[in-house]
């Protein structure tokens, strides 16, 4: 190949690059409001609201709004069993917005992760639990008010139902489709009496 084919070859590929690049999917922005919140899995939200003040809890509901069902690993969501101790929760008092410094723990997990610890919800469907705020590192006053929204990233999501989830992809679940993606919920008042 002569100099001139060479030159024409590195040109085509650098436009073909360019091209693929300007169009390929990027990672989806996240929008976040009081009312809605949204997640890089399309069509799952998350919503918290308050359902005791004394002691203080929030129901934290994922809610499936896309036609494909999804299985999730609670690991490092709001439905970990540990999630209010593991800073999936960011809580800010509301009369001086001051973020309360959680003390986060480390929690060792059994590998691979066990089928109790895989949701499936399905379209049209929602998950919930109810996580209470009566940790160590809240502050001991009474009455208050505080904003709390839940933030974190996926560590290991599908979508598909569970039974299709096979023990290899529990198994390299850091490398399911939307590992690493970001969430976010509504920012929830949460009153303490």
């Not at 998350?46 to 203080?56: A, F, G």
């Not at 209010?84 to 309360?100: H, M, P, R, Y």
């Not at 839940?150 to 979508?159: L, P, S, V």
């Amino acid at each position: 190949m002569n100099g001139r084919g060479v030159f024409i070859s590195v040109s085509a590929i650098t436009v073909l690059s360019a091209i693929y690049i300007f169009h390929s999917p990027s990672t989806p922005s996240l929008n976040m409001s009081e009312s809605k919140s949204t997640t890089a899995a399309s069509g799952l939200e998350w919503k918290l609201s308050q359902i005791s003040q004394n002691p203080p809890s929030m129901l934290v509901t994922l809610k499936n709004n896309s036609p494909s069902p999804f299985t999730l690993l609670k690991w490092g969501t709001p439905l970990d069993s540990h999630a209010s101790n593991t800073g999936v929760f960011k809580v800010v008092d509301a009369d001086t917005g001051e973020e309360i410094n959680t003390d986060f723990i480390k929690v060792n997990r059994m590998m691979p992760p066990s089928r109790e610890e895989v949701v499936t919800i399905a379209p049209g469907t929602e998950e919930a639990t109810e996580v209470v705020f009566n940790k160590p590192w809240m502050p001991e006053k009474k009455p208050a008010k505080y904003k709390v929204k839940a933030e974190g990233a996926f560590t290991g999501i599908w979508d598909k139902y569970g039974d299709d989830v096979k023990e290899n992809d529990l198994e390299a679940y850091t490398s399911s489709p939307f590992n690493g993606q970001k969430f976010t919920s509504n920012e929830a008042v949460m009153i303490v009496s």
